[in-house]
């Protein structure tokens, strides 16, 4: 089953524009993580946020963990056409080092 | 390069055939984890292992799969009497538990199709 949805399921837009994506998920956990995954190709870890924080940035990404609304949002600025890609949120249910995966944005970026 | 080789990259099988995929960390891990997608949607647990020992199995996970990690590094997933719904990608991933905390590093997987 998946623990977390994501929202849109497509977005599609300009590059330079930037990219709003955001994931729901149901029971408590230790850290949220979003990875990205081109077509075809194993998914590769983006970026990580624990529990305990609000907000982190990474380059030109940045992440929102609201845990009261079990809600995380990924923002990708100036987006690039190299970023499509699908983009999943993974949880750790309450510390158990099962990794569940949302269902999942895909994101394409126009050049 | 992730650090987690896959094969093979492409399997196609009749139904009713038994099919068996392997994952090669290049270096060491604790944890290794199975997981099955399908088009248009996100990996599915499947499996874990904490060394040799599988610590959880999905309920996804009929008696028709079995997962075996013998010496706490390599690790291969059978499935017995294939069926068509068992056509999806196949990723095996390890976990890093490093200064940067935990992150998952994917295989590029094994796609079964199941004719």
């Known amino acids: 089953s998946q623990q977390g949805e994501e929202d849109p399921q497509a977005l599609s837009i300009q590059e330079g524009e930037n990219a709003t994506m955001n994931c729901s998920y149901k029971?408590?956990?230790?850290?949220l993580q979003w990875y990205r995954q081109n077509s075809g190709r194993g998914l590769v870890h983006l970026i990580l946020i624990r529990s305990n924080e609000r907000e982190k940035h990474s380059g030109r990404l940045r992440v929102t963990l609201d845990t009261s609304k079990k809600s995380s949002s990924l923002l990708i600025t100036a987006s690039r056409a190299a970023d499509t890609a699908s983009y999943f949120c993974a949880t750790d249910p309450s510390g158990t080092y099962k990794y569940i995966f949302g269902t999942g944005t895909r994101l394409k970026v126009l050049a | 390069d992730t650090g987690v080789s896959q094969n093979p990259r492409h399997k196609i099988t009749k139904r009713g055939q038994n099919v068996t995929f392997r994952c090669d960390p290049i270096?060491?891990?604790?944890?290794l984890y199975w997981y099955r997608q399908t088009l248009g949607q996100g990996p599915e647990f499947l499996t874990y292992?904490?060394?040799?020992?599988?610590?959880?199995k999905s309920r996804l996970l009929s008696d028709r799969f079995s997962a075996e990690r013998p010496k706490g590094s390599f690790s291969t997933l059978e499935i017995q009497r294939t069926e068509q719904g068992d056509s999806a990608m196949y990723l095996c991933a390890l976990l890093s538990t490093g200064q940067s905390a935990e992150k998952l590093f994917f295989g590029s997987g094994t796609q079964l199709s199941v004719l």
């Open positions: 029971t408590s956990i230790n850290n």
């Open positions: 270096s060491e891990h604790n944890r």
């Open positions: 292992f904490q060394n040799e020992a599988q610590l959880e």
